[in-house]
């Protein structure tokens, strides 16, 4: 792999296409305001979107004869650029990880997307390989993860003949739990929250005179109407959060090469992303609302390389498990962090501190909205119930614990998460404490860990002092050992 390399030429329609989706909603929007009685406003939109199209294009084309690659010596050689040329060189030990994904344009013309995250590259991944084959893709992740080892011409000789790996550990997600996570997707709040947001721009859609009917109607119905509009509301945004978790979700599977995990997933984008074991810097188990009472669970790994926007910079290794299965399964893939985790609770004086944050805001909204503005407000005291319920919920879910190598805590916002995470792994450990915590003699524990190529931290509100105090020394003597 040595000669300069360009991607496949439906890069450029790859390209094309890609950039085109991202303006789809403006298209449909100006295609509707444009085709009204006045030609003039719709030969301008036209014109406007022809120029867009050919721009989009063009800009395609060049990317696609400007940017060479190639690998040599474990070593990635990127030039890109045409009135000013970038010339990067990446080096084999800088890769944290590689993401091939087969969305659906790449899948049109056979290829797939390469992800290159680096150590120190920000957000986003340093290398984005939009159209390459199958087999490049397979080539690139081989020589820029492997190390390298000295070998004799006659084991050269067996090393090019094409072999299969087996996995030593093979991990796949059933239909039967795919459909449960789908059921149970703590998705569905924001879907929710998508879909009634698209209700409330209907006005852009419709006529005046057929939306101001619609809206007298609704106002006029009451709640014998208003109800099953929510109740629809709800059932489709349930809808769309099942399919979409089907689709994102299908076919998944984990499989562990050595040091290095292998996760495959995605129906209609087919996404693979390989880290290594030891770049694992922490390990979160979720059980969200739905999937607790059933004792199912998610676990999400955070990586030095490797995580995603939409899984805020995670990576999910389970996607749904039955508690009582996550350590075996760990086990095999993270033996490190195979093990129960015994969690001591917040004292009973921490009580009063949960439920005041959960109730303060609820209460004062009710109090003064029903008061000052509309009696109906009053219903509100409902919520502040709901939201008592569920500070004491907290409460009984927050609380840390540690052995000889590990540092796990439990909170919950929504969902509850245990967080766990190796000595060696923290990056930075601190407590916190505010006027009226030390009234009451409780902290709050911090710690961050390397998540992607950035930093991400974890806290857990109102221990008892004493214990808070532990956790950190626990951690100081683990810096004490690095000076000696």
Not at 20 to 39: M, V
Not at 57 to 77: D, P, V
Not at 462 to 473: C, F, P, T, Y
Request: glycine content about 6%; proline content about 3%.
């Amino acid at each position: 792999m040595s000669d300069l390399k360009r991607l496949h030429i439906a890069g450029i329609f790859v390209s094309f296409l890609t950039t085109l989706r991202g303006f789809l909603l403006p298209f449909i929007l100006t295609f509707f305001l444009g085709s009204t009685s006045e030609p003039v406003g719709y030969f301008r939109f036209e014109f406007i979107w022809i120029g867009i199209l050919f721009f989009v294009f063009i800009s395609g084309m060049i990317h696609w004869l400007t940017f060479q690659y190639r690998i040599m010596e474990g070593e990635l050689y990127i030039q890109r650029g045409f009135f000013v040329k970038k010339k990067r060189y990446i080096q084999q030990k800088r890769v944290q990880s590689i993401d091939i994904t087969a969305g659906l344009f790449q899948r049109m013309f056979g290829l797939v997307k390469v992800k290159i995250e680096t150590a120190g590259g920000g957000a986003e991944p340093e290398v984005s390989l939009i159209a390459v084959s199958r087999e490049e893709a397979e080539a690139i992740r081989s020589e820029l993860l492997k190390k390298k080892v000295e070998v004799t011409e006659e084991e050269q000789v067996l090393e090019d003949e094409p072999k299969e790996e087996e996995a030593d550990f093979t991990w796949t997600l059933s239909k039967r739990d795919l459909i449960i996570s789908a059921l149970t997707s703590s998705g569905l709040g924001l879907t929710i929250s998508a879909v009634a947001a698209l209700f409330t721009q209907m006005e852009q859609f419709l006529p005046e005179a057929i939306y101001e009917q619609v809206f007298g109607f609704f106002v006029g119905s009451g709640w014998a109407i208003v109800l099953p509009i929510i109740v629809f509301i709800i059932f489709l945004s349930w809808c769309i959060s099942f399919l979409s978790t089907l689709i994102k979700y299908g076919g998944f599977k984990v499989e562990k090469f050595g040091n290095e995990l292998v996760i495959t997933r995605g129906l209609i984008e087919r996404r693979q992303l390989t880290i290594h074991t030891h770049r694992v810097t922490a390990v979160r188990i979720v059980r969200n609302l739905l999937r607790q009472p059933f004792q199912y669970g998610s676990v999400y790994v955070e990586s030095a390389g490797g995580g995603t926007n939409d899984e805020q910079l995670s990576t999910v290794l389970l996607p749904i498990s039955k508690d009582e299965r996550v350590v075996d399964i760990l086990a095999e893939i993270l033996p490190k962090y195979a093990f129960l985790y015994q969690v001591s609770p917040v004292p009973k004086r921490s009580l009063i501190r949960f439920l005041n944050r959960s109730t303060t805001l609820p209460l004062l909204a009710t109090v003064l909205i029903g008061w000052f503005i509309n009696p109906i407000a009053y219903y509100g005291f409902i919520v502040v119930a709901i939201c008592f319920l569920f500070g004491i919920w907290q409460y009984k879910d927050t609380g840390s614990g540690i052995n000889q190598t590990h540092l796990w805590i439990r909170y919950r916002k929504i969902s509850q998460t245990l967080v766990i995470s190796e000595k060696p792994k923290i990056q930075a450990a601190e407590i916190r404490t505010s006027f009226f915590q030390r009234r009451r003699k409780v902290a709050s524990f911090r710690f961050s860990v390397l998540s992607s190529v950035v930093g991400k931290s974890f806290t857990v509100m109102d221990l008892d002092k004493n214990e808070a105090e532990q956790l950190l020394m626990w951690y100081s003597n683990r810096l004490d050992s690095k000076r000696d």
